[in-house]
């Protein structure tokens, strides 16, 4: 039992990693239907731009509002510099830019910050806290209500704010929501300034536990790129659940079947999902127009 | 235009650079960059079958790689066949393994079905990397030579391995570009090419999208194991870098940045992401910077691709 | 009409790329060096090329050797071995290197053989397996331990301290893979038995799972970790987390002070063996690697800022040997650069005192391998 616990503890924790990342996915998805590889780099400034910024002196809390909101400006620089230029181009070619930014980013990474594995203290100590005889660590559960924190918040904003209807307006048929008269341009940069953010926070918020180095962000995009799809590309809900799943597989496959292929399971039970489900477990099926 | 066909200009260009290159060459080592740019080219031509013609997209296309570089490996060890063998052994796999998977495979849509060709990608990359007793594991394993080159010195003729490889990679290169463009202009390719403009309407006009989708997928792979083959007889050592995710955006990025539906574009794109790495080693630090900076300034400007593009501008100025 | 234009537009794509490649230069004596700068072996590779900066950097100012200055030609492979094969080939053919020092990691390493072998260059790798130096190959040699090595200075710990049933969870990369085997294989020598093995990526965030499943082996006595980079860091944190007591030993593979930076407090107690790089200071003055392993930490640190590792050391062990060669040799032809380093004897290294001999193209024994212990936060010397 304690053994399962910690399987579980553990699957959450990482889970939760997943889910921030994959939060940020369908943000700029919803938004402009460009899968963004380089949201793991936004996961990889979050926390290196605290680092950063708390050796240089600065209280840990002020560092990381700051790497939030400086991760925030990449996003929209990006979507004003390199998607909004190449608006309309295919699928194929916006994943070939969003990987040319994610190497920009990476590249630029190591060269103003360095290319040593980085940590900073956690918010709320290291004494792990003792559950049915298994642990888990003060951070995890701040990852965690991280997690469910920014999902709650987007679910908020998307179904409940006129500002979150208008983004998924500008998602569903770009060309209506011009005509009722919302913004898409602004819609557009509000998506991936608060996609960055989402990752941003991930990226502090799990830095003590997982470290944080200038390539990072590769691993971390595709594991959370699956569990959106997992969830069904589209909704928050789905985000969570679907990044929340691939970390559990992962913890649990490592526990009671071989570590050596978890990775592996967690991407068999995506391709077998998927192949009874094309739309991933929440997604809707569109139509497609001829 | 004189009546020359897309086909015949494109193989002509294509034999002529081969042929001609290699003047320009101040030492061997041009040889191998050429080698590795004919090798990546044939990848690429493969996956402007799959997404230039058939509009779908794979992020896994190394693993088939992996697999034509294996078998080349582990063949001559264990089954005691020769190289030459192993090669046509490596693309039986991977077609095989391709049709298999295929037809549930690309039933899904953009960015499922990239989700879907990752996966894939990373678990023969897995069971590569964690089989160690087999594969050698992360640090690789020896490769059998070829040898083609001591069959040569019995003859009294020298040359070295990046040479030699440069004329095999050139002339397979040249096979893989005629078969492309042949399906090309062929009903099946037609049909294929109607897929990438809208599955819906190719099906209401009787076409059997779900079969040309599959065929195109398995001639991608057999291209990829076939490139896979040579890098590991070339090189005579191989690690599952070959078959990583890595590898896959490589060959994805070659194929769309030269243009996804040319053929020659293939090979341009392979040139600029294998030649640009070697001229960017000057920039020390700042290699990958310029790359991903490259990399999306051509898609955002010249968003068909090199090929297209230019080839457009140069019909708009041509009087 | 459209051929011409389509093959002229391939014409100068060509040319304008081959003719960047064609960049001359004439320089004395050239170094090559290929390392993963970047990419997953970047603990390693960093450190190996700031080193090696630094040196060229260093001897240049100090006249060169005999006479000539050294032009260092470096390229970061990121640990691909097909890369590495290909500037491989580029040193060789293009560079015309006299002599190559690096292959952080195995694999680049193994692929780049062929080429050094062929064209008759010598060449000192910076990676671990044993693979590289047995069977012993003509132009190869190595300056770090191999894993195989590690493993024994590790049991022999064990032995003193009466621990018999040993787990190990291991990385999934190049580095950890193959220490993880040959620590499996070694084992029955030492009287070890291996109770559970567990494995976890490179890149992985938590462990807790793998070392649950180790603790409830059936008479633990110790868990090895075998692997580099973040991994053993992670797998330190977790190992205080779940509050298992038996004694963690490390590899060598996490030798430098930013592992106890990393670990925090978990990292009290852990157990690793390196080379006397790590605790320059608390060596007693007669130990003859001292001056050697506080000069070198003491330039690498004001170089870089960084502070000091293992990896880093095997560059400058390389790098050494290679000047040295150049030296006694008074050439800087390859074919007597290769003779004189089979016969460095009596060198002194950051990794121990190295012996080449023909059959013998790594040179060092056990004794150079120091057990040491994180005390207090420092590293400490055992015994």
């Given at each position: 039992m304690s053994e399962f616990l910690q399987f579980l503890f553990s699957g959450i924790t990482v889970g939760s990693v997943y889910a921030l990342v994959a939060l940020g996915f369908i943000l700029i998805f919803n938004a402009s239907g460009v899968v963004n590889f380089a949201q793991g780099e936004f996961v990889m400034l979050g926390g290196m731009i605290t680092y950063f910024t708390y050796s240089a002196g600065v209280p840990l809390a002020a560092a990381a509002v700051f790497a939030i909101l400086v991760t925030c400006l990449a996003g929209v620089a990006l979507n004003k510099l390199a998607i909004g230029p190449a608006r309309g181009a295919s699928v194929v070619s916006l994943i070939i830019i969003t990987i040319g930014a994610s190497i920009f980013l990476r590249g630029l990474a190591q060269v103003v910050f360095d290319k040593q594995l980085h940590r900073f203290p956690s918010i709320s100590g290291d004494d792990p806290i003792s559950i049915g005889g298994a642990t888990i660590l003060p951070q995890s559960l701040w990852i965690i209500g991280g997690a469910l924190g920014a999902f709650l918040a987007l679910y908020l904003f998307f179904s409940h704010t006129l500002t979150g209807k208008a983004v998924l307006a500008t998602a569903n048929n770009k060309l209506a929501a011009q005509l009722v008269g919302i913004g898409t341009n602004n819609m557009m940069t509000l998506s991936f300034a608060l996609s960055a953010a989402v990752g941003a926070l991930g990226g502090v918020l799990m830095t003590p536990v997982t470290l944080t180095s200038y390539d990072v962000g590769l691993t971390l995009a595709l594991k959370g790129f699956a569990g959106a799809i997992l969830g069904g590309m589209g909704s928050p809900f789905g985000a969570l659940a679907g990044g929340l799943l691939v970390g559990l597989i992962e913890a649990m496959t490592a526990g009671y079947i071989s570590s050596e292929y978890k990775d592996a399971v967690a991407f068999i039970v995506i391709l077998l999902v998927l192949f009874v489900m094309p739309n991933g477990l929440f997604g809707r099926s569109a139509l497609e127009r001829v | 235009?004189?009546?020359?066909?897309?086909?015949?200009?494109?193989?002509?260009?294509?034999?002529?650079?081969?042929?001609?290159?290699?003047?320009?060459?101040?030492?061997?080592?041009?040889?191998?960059?050429?080698?590795?740019?004919?090798?990546?080219?044939?990848?690429?031509?493969?996956?402007?079958?799959?997404?230039?013609?058939?509009?779908?997209?794979?992020?896994?296309?190394?693993?088939?790689?992996?697999?034509?570089?294996?078998?080349?490996?582990?063949?001559?060890?264990?089954?005691?066949?020769?190289?030459?063998?192993?090669?046509?052994?490596?693309?039986?796999?991977?077609?095989?393994?391709?049709?298999?998977?295929?037809?549930?495979?690309?039933?899904?849509?953009?960015?499922y079905l990239a989700v879907a060709t990752l996966g894939l990608g990373i678990l023969i990359y897995m069971v590569i990397n964690n089989e160690g007793w087999l594969t050698g594991g992360p640090d690789g394993m020896t490769v059998p030579s070829l040898g083609v080159r001591s069959l040569l010195k019995g003859y009294g003729i020298k040359v070295t391995s990046s040479e030699m490889w440069y004329w095999i990679s050139?002339?397979?290169?040249?096979?893989?570009?005629?078969?492309?463009?042949?399906?090309?202009?062929?009903?099946?390719?037609?049909?294929?090419?109607?897929?990438?403009?809208?599955?819906?309407?190719?099906?209401?006009?009787?076409?059997?999208?779900?079969?040309?989708?599959?065929?195109?997928?398995?001639?991608?792979?057999?291209?990829?194991?076939?490139a896979g083959s040579q890098v590991a007889l070339m090189n005579r050592f191989v690690t599952p870098d070959v078959a990583g995710f890595m590898h896959s955006v490589e060959l994805l990025t070659m194929t769309v940045l030269g243009g996804a539906a040319s053929v020659l574009g293939a090979v341009v794109g392979a040139t600029i992401l294998t030649a640009l790495p070697q001229v960017l080693t000057v920039f020390e630090d700042f290699e990958h910077v310029l790359l991903g900076l490259i990399m999306m300034l051509v898609m955002i400007f010249l968003r068909e691709g090199l090929v297209p593009s230019l080839a457009r501008r140069m019909r708009r100025s041509a009087p | 009409m459209r051929l011409t234009n389509l093959s002229r537009a391939m014409t100068l794509t060509l040319g304008a790329a081959v003719a960047a490649l064609a960049l001359p230069a004439q320089a004395d004596i050239k170094i090559g060096s290929s390392l993963a700068q970047t990419g997953p072996a970047s603990f390693l590779g960093d450190p190996e090329a700031k080193t090696l900066k630094m040196l060229v950097e260093e001897l240049n100012a100090n006249g060169g050797v005999n006479g000539e200055m050294i032009e260092l030609v470096m390229y970061d492979d990121g640990a691909d071995a097909n890369k590495a094969r290909t500037f491989a080939t580029r040193m060789v053919e293009d560079d015309e290197v006299v002599a190559v020092v690096g292959g952080s990691s195995t694999g680049a390493t193994m692929a780049m053989i062929p080429v050094f072998e062929e064209a008759g260059i010598p060449f000192i790798s910076l990676a671990g397996a044993v693979v590289i130096i047995d069977p012993v190959r003509k132009w190869v040699f190595k300056t770090p331990h191999t894993d195989r090595m590690a493993c024994g200075k590790i049991y022999e710990d064990m032995n003193k301290r009466g621990i018999s049933k040993i787990g190990i969870i291991g990385g999934t990369g190049g580095f950890g893979k193959s220490m993880h085997g040959q620590c499996v294989d070694v084992a029955p020598d030492y009287g070890i038995e291996i109770v559970a093995q567990e494995t976890y990526g490179p890149k992985d965030a938590d462990m807790t799972p793998q070392l649950t499943k180790i603790a409830g082996a059936e008479g633990l006595q110790a868990v090895l970790n075998p692997g580099f980079g973040q991994g053993p860091a992670i797998v330190t944190r977790n190992y205080a987390q779940l509050g298992i007591d038996v004694p963690l030993y490390q590899s060598h593979g996490v030798a430098s002070k930013s592992f106890i930076d990393l670990a925090g407090d978990a990292a009290e107690g852990v157990r690793l063996p390196a080379s006397a790089l790590l605790v320059a200071d608390k060596l007693p003055d007669s130990d003859p690697q001292k001056s050697v392993v506080v000069g070198y930490r003491d330039a690498y640190m004001a170089a870089t800022g960084d502070s000091v590792s293992t990896f880093g050391g095997h560059a400058y062990d390389g790098f050494k040997m290679v000047i040295a060669a150049i030296e006694r040799a008074g050439s800087s032809d390859p074919a007597a650069i290769r003779d004189e380093i089979e016969k460095t004897t009596g060198f002194i290294g950051t990794a121990g005192e190295v012996n080449m001999s023909a059959d013998d193209h790594l040179g060092l024994d056990l004794t150079a391998f120091r057990m040491l212990e994180v005390k207090n936060g420092e590293w400490t010397l055992v015994e």
């Open positions: - | 235009m004189n009546g020359i066909s897309v086909r015949t200009a494109t193989l002509l260009a294509l034999a002529v650079i081969i042929l001609l290159a290699p003047v320009l060459f101040p030492s061997s080592f041009y040889y191998r960059v050429g080698a590795l740019i004919f090798i990546n080219g044939l990848a690429a031509m493969g996956l402007v079958v799959l997404v230039g013609y058939a509009g779908q997209v794979s992020l896994g296309h190394a693993g088939f790689s992996g697999i034509g570089a294996y078998a080349c490996a582990l063949g001559p060890v264990h089954l005691g066949l020769p190289p030459l063998v192993c090669v046509a052994l490596g693309a039986a796999v991977s077609g095989l393994l391709a049709f298999l998977v295929g037809r549930p495979i690309l039933r899904l849509k953009a960015h050139g002339v397979v290169l040249l096979a893989g570009a005629f078969v492309a463009l042949n399906l090309h202009n062929s009903p099946a390719g037609r049909a294929l090419r109607s897929l990438h403009d809208s599955e819906v309407a190719a099906s209401t006009i009787g076409i059997d999208v779900a079969r040309m989708k599959l065929t195109a997928f398995v001639i991608s792979a057999v291209y990829a194991s076939v | -």
